[in-house]
């Protein structure tokens, strides 16, 4: 399994009228794909922010595969 980032994105109306993206909040999961990540990250989102559906508080999310730090030898 890999281990992946998914963060959640949200466009928003700035102060100076100018759209843009802040990022709502980020999963980490393990998955055997970048797909089985995007659905586990978006349960989990939805039961952390208490929602019925991941898109009422963010508009796109994003998948990113991690690399795992190398194991380091024991002495």
């Not at 399994?1 to 393990?30: D, H, P, T, W």
């Not at 794909?33 to 508080?57: T, V």
């Amino acid at each position: 399994m890999a281990l992946y980032i998914v963060k959640f994105f949200k466009e928003i109306l700035g102060e100076n009228g100018r759209q843009s993206e802040v990022c709502q909040s980020f999963v980490e999961v393990e998955a055997d794909n970048s797909g089985e990540a995007c659905e586990k990250a978006k349960k989990r989102f939805c039961e952390s922010e208490r929602l019925d559906h991941w898109s009422l508080h963010a508009d796109r999310l994003h998948v990113s595969e991690c690399e795992r730090p190398a194991a380091t030898p024991h002495p």
